[in-house]
């Protein structure tokens, strides 16, 4: 069965500082890479997407880079924020059927 | 534009008993998706509507849930008979179809806790 993997689990990170989650899948038959943000209590968001013929995206400070090659692709937030503190998913879109993949998840904590 | 609506947000049972979650999509919106979401973990495709018809059930216990989408618009995901392993978040999703972003729309979940 086709596979997204997200890493790290979990990730603490200072106001003001980095964050980085990486994704890698196992095969080519995706078409489509987004990326969902989840408070608490709330259901997924679309935040982030890109296709697969494109090596980065960015939108205010929130960049996806995609490695086409090693099959990885990382969300990065810069300068993170309090309200950045969220749980974040990245997925793939199969191109057969359109249905998403998910990752497992990251949960972010931004420190003040 | 009003967002996916669920209900209830909060459902406690025992097992064995049942439960009913409903679902409102977005308006114009013809695939309806129902997702389980355990702790800690990814969502899990349940089932996929087109309108009114299935697309994918393939992950959907069926000896203990059923899910509905009549006129192709409002949706019931019914469960009976619970087990404990069914508290989860029951998610559901709207997206136009064949969207070129594939942009999935959550409604806030309902939380089911089985005792």
């Known amino acids: 069965q086709q596979q997204v993997k997200q890493s790290p689990q979990s990730l603490i990170v200072q106001k003001g500082g980095i964050s980085i989650i990486n994704c890698a899948y196992e095969n080519t038959a995706f078409d489509y890479f987004p990326w969902y943000q989840q408070f608490p209590g709330k259901g997924p968001a679309l935040l982030i997407a890109?296709?697969?013929d494109v090596s980065e995206k960015k939108e205010g400070r929130f960049t996806i880079s995609f490695n086409k090659s090693a099959k990885q692709f990382s969300l990065h937030i810069m300068d993170s924020q309090p309200g950045d503190s969220a749980t974040y998913f990245c997925a793939a879109r199969q191109d057969s059927n359109y249905q998403l993949i998910w990752g497992a998840g990251t949960k972010l904590i931004i420190k003040p | 534009e009003a967002g996916v609506a669920q209900s209830p947000r909060y459902k406690i049972i025992e097992k064995r008993q049942s439960v009913a979650f409903w679902c409102n999509p977005i308006s114009g919106h013809a695939t309806l998706y129902w997702y389980q979401q355990i702790l800690g973990q990814g969502p899990k495709l349940l089932i996929q509507?087109?309108?009114?018809?299935?697309?994918?059930d393939s992950q959907l216990p069926k000896d203990r849930f059923s899910a509905e989408r009549l006129k192709g618009v409002d949706s019931t995901l019914k469960i009976q008979p619970a087990k404990l392993e069914d508290s989860a978040v029951y998610l559901c999703a709207s997206s136009l179809v064949r969207s070129r972003t594939g942009e999935l729309f959550f409604g806030e979940g309902s939380r089911l806790t089985v005792l």
């Open positions: 890109i296709r697969p």
């Open positions: 509507f087109q309108n009114n018809g299935v697309v994918d």
